[in-house]
Structure formats: structure tokens, C-alpha cells
């Protein structure tokens, strides 16, 4: 059974830089998709990168694209999210989500089955 952690998280100022990573233990990630999601109070959980592990395809969100990363370290079954120029619209719980269908869905965080319990993210000065 596959479980997920999150870490990385806290307070950064706008600007500024983060790395989350997600833990994986009980499987090996190389069947999977595993995406980052996040939830702000009052709204859906939202994707905003996903990583297919066997082809190494990203898939990003519009509003992230060319300031967050998504890696994936095999050897330590670690996936990670690199989130830079950050903006207060970034603030929330971040979670790890994975599936076995290798599907990439950011719209639908309902396509995966595992979930980490998640990491807050705040940006603020």
C-alpha cells in the first residue's frame, strides 16, 4: 500500500523559493503518476504539476508554469516540488497525489487514489 509524505513547507515572502518533497514508501513510484495539488480555504483542491514516473512526462498548470519544477528522484523514491518567484496566490495546503492509471489529470484531483495529509504553504511579507 502506497503512502505518501509531504515536507518542505512554511512561510516564505513573495519572491522568494521553496522546495517541497513527497516521501513515497510501500511501492515504488515507477507505475504511477503523482502530482502536487493545493487547497486554499473555501476552494477545490487544485493541480498544479504532475509527473508521469515510468516516461518522466511533466505536466504543468498555467498559473505555475515557468516557476515551479516537478522532479523525481528514483533511487530515494522521492518526488519534489521546486517552487520559485512564489506569490501570495500560492498560498495553501499542498498535497502529494498519485494513481496507477499513469494519468496526468490536474483538473480532477479525483483521479488519484493516495493522498499525503498535506504541507502548508503560506507566502506573505
Known amino acids: 500500500q502506497l503512502q505518501l509524505v509531504e515536507s518542505g513547507g512554511g512561510l516564505v515572502q513573495p519572491g522568494g523559493s521553496l522546495r517541497l518533497s513527497c516521501a513515497a514508501s510501500g511501492s515504488t513510484l515507477d507505475d504511477y503518476a503523482i502530482g502536487w495539488f493545493r487547497q486554499a480555504p473555501g476552494k477545490e483542491r487544485e493541480g498544479v504539476a504532475c509527473?508521469?514516473?515510468?516516461?518522466?512526462?511533466?505536466y504543468y498548470d498555467d498559473s505555475v508554469k515557468d516557476r515551479f519544477t516537478i522532479s523525481r528522484d528514483n533511487a530515494k523514491n522521492m518526488v519534489y516540488l521546486q517552487m520559485n518567484s512564489v506569490r501570495p496566490e500560492d498560498t495553501g495546503r499542498y498535497y502529494c497525489?498519485?494513481?496507477?492509471?499513469?494519468?496526468?489529470?490536474?483538473?480532477?484531483?479525483?483521479?488519484?487514489?493516495?493522498w499525503g495529509q498535506g504541507i502548508q504553504v503560506t507566502v506573505s511579507s
Open positions: 497525489g498519485a494513481n496507477k492509471f499513469r494519468l496526468c489529470v490536474l483538473s480532477d484531483a479525483q483521479v488519484n487514489d493516495w
Open positions: 509527473l508521469v514516473v515510468r516516461d518522466g512526462s511533466t
